[in-house]
């Protein structure tokens, strides 16, 4: 048996979601051709609280529910077995939890309803970690996310970890993407 989960953050990026510590069954659901899957009434932010990699704290991506049908937050559908559904929630530990109807952006029409994971008691004026934002900007690429979404979520000015040894061979990843974390 499977459950499917609607990834929009960090979780985009498929060697992550993948990884034999997450969900190595996770398999992509693909939208139909030229098109993305999105939810809507929602809004991406930076707005869980997180101090796990920071002791100041920083913003862990979120979706904040606004019931206003022009917000919408991209994504990636991923098929997971359901013996990994227990780790996921453990990675995403701190989120609420729910399933929420998946839209195919070209035909504006309800393809699935998956997992989200978000925050209810969210806090605003969070940044995120450098190497957490690259993940997510590169998992939005890899899935040819829309240009201006990408652009979007570029334009948060994320924090420089000062915790390096806590990365865990991020650094690796984030090189051969080109980022600098020095």
Known sequence: ??????????????DRICHEKRCPSATKIPPTNGSQHLIKGWKFSFSKYSNWWDDEGNGKGNVEETKKSEDKVYGVIFEIKDEEKEKLTDIEKGYDQK??????????????????????????????????????????????????????????????????????????????????LD
């Not at 048996?1 to 498929?14: C, D, I, R, V």
């Not at 309800?110 to 806090?123: G, Q």
């Not at 969070?126 to 590169?138: N, T």
């Not at 979404?149 to 390096?164: E, Q, R």
């Open 1 to 14: 048996m499977t459950f499917l989960y609607f990834a929009y953050g960090s979780n985009m990026k498929s």
């Open 99 to 180: 399933e929420e109807w998946i839209f195919d952006e070209k035909t504006n029409k309800k393809v699935k309803k998956a997992a989200i994971y978000f925050k209810k008691d969210f806090k605003k004026g969070l940044r995120p970690l450098d190497w957490y934002q690259a993940y997510i900007v590169e998992g939005a690429e890899e899935n040819k996310l829309p240009k201006s979404y990408i652009k979007k979520l570029k334009t948060v000015k994320p924090k420089t970890d000062g915790h390096p040894e806590k990365r865990n061979g991020d650094e690796e990843m984030l090189k051969k993407y080109g980022y600098n």
